[in-house]
Nanobody, 119 residues
């Protein structure tokens, strides 16, 4: 059973930085894509793709985070990261790690980690 465990969320002031981690229970190269989504307060049914990373190394970002967020991976640690700089109040959300299995195409989700940007 695949498990994704996020960590690194918290409260930060505007302009600050956080690094989120997503640790997978197995090799991250089992997944076709991995990414970070977020769900803002009051938007119960909307999860926005923040950043995605394919097995081949292609990366895409939401326009709202380009130049501020960076997605990366460490295969040896089976972990994907999201470095978030120059944080804004509108980045406040629950951030979820997502992975799509390369064979079954099944979606896996982590439990989410809260990021709050406030002074």
């Amino acid at each position: 059973q695949v498990q994704l465990v996020e960590s690194g969320g918290g409260l930060v002031q505007p302009g600050g930085s956080l690094r989120l981690s997503c640790a997978a229970s197995g090799s991250i190269f089992l997944f076709d894509t991995m990414g970070w989504y977020r769900q803002a307060p009051g938007k119960q049914r909307e999860r926005e793709l923040v950043a995605g990373l394919t097995n081949g190394g292609s990366i895409n970002y939401a326009d709202s985070v380009k130049g501020r967020f960076t997605i990366s991976r460490d295969g040896a640690k089976n972990t994907v990261y999201l470095q978030m700089n120059s944080l804004k109040p509108e980045d406040t959300a629950v951030y979820y790690c997502n992975a799509v299995h390369r064979v079954t195409l099944k979606n896996y989700w982590g439990q989410g980690t809260q990021v709050t940007v406030s002074s």
